[in-house]
């Protein structure tokens, strides 16, 4: 349990394990990584879903799934972002585009 945290039934994790504090959950009070509404041609301007953390060459990438509207049609790609601490994120790159009608990722 975190330091100065009661042991009470009502102050443990809903799974029920007790961890050391340098394994205690914690939950910002912002997304770490928002859908760029503002720039309509971004390729992750409505949403961005599904990340996937690893860690390479000492960064930690996420890969995401991320939408947008093209054409009226909600356009799907897989994209990452780089960070070094794991709450700040930079340089995200489309890493999937849409292929030609009849390609395997012609669907997204």
Not at 28 to 33: A, I, N, P, S, Y
Request: glycine content about 8%; aromatic content about 6%; some cysteine.
């Amino acid at each position: 349990m975190a330091v100065g945290a009661s042991d009470s039934p009502a102050s443990r994790p809903a799974d029920g394990l007790v961890r050391p504090p340098h394994l205690e959950r914690h939950k910002l009070r912002d997304l770490v990584l928002e859908p760029r509404k503002a720039d309509a041609l971004a390729f992750d301007s409505i949403k961005v879903e599904c990340p996937m953390v690893v860690r390479f060459k000492g960064q930690w990438l996420m890969y995401y799934s991320a939408l947008r509207l093209n054409e009226g049609q909600v356009d799907s790609t897989i994209a990452v972002a780089v960070s070094d601490d794991l709450i700040r994120w930079r340089d995200r790159k489309q890493v999937l585009q849409r292929g030609p009608e009849g390609a395997f990722d012609h669907g997204g």
